[in-house]
């Protein structure tokens, strides 16, 4: 697994849950936890975008390397 890809993975299922309480809160009328939900979502995104930014750096670092092989 690359550096990144960890994180990408915890942000997809911080995104997925963050959808399941924004819709609960939503049929329960719960604006609190609809809140939650969606602040929940927009780390979830947050934790990707860093995983996508891990990985290209790697990428690059990778890149580098083999071209000063």
């Known amino acids: 697994m690359g550096s990144g890809t960890g994180d990408k993975a ?4 911080d ?9 609960t809160g ?3 009328d ?3 936890q609809e809140a939650e939900g969606q602040v929940q979502q927009a780390g979830g995104k947050g ?3 860093w995983g996508n930014v ?5 990428k690059a670092k990778e ?3 083999d071209a000063l092989s």
């Open 63 to 65: 890149s580098v390397k």
């Open 54 to 58: 891990k990985n290209a750096g790697q």
């Open 30 to 32: 719960n604006e609190r």
């Open 15 to 23: 995104e997925l849950k963050g959808k399941v309480k924004e819709a």
């Open 10 to 13: 915890e942000g997809k299922v």
């Open 47 to 49: 934790k990707q975008a």
């Open 26 to 28: 939503k049929v329960t």
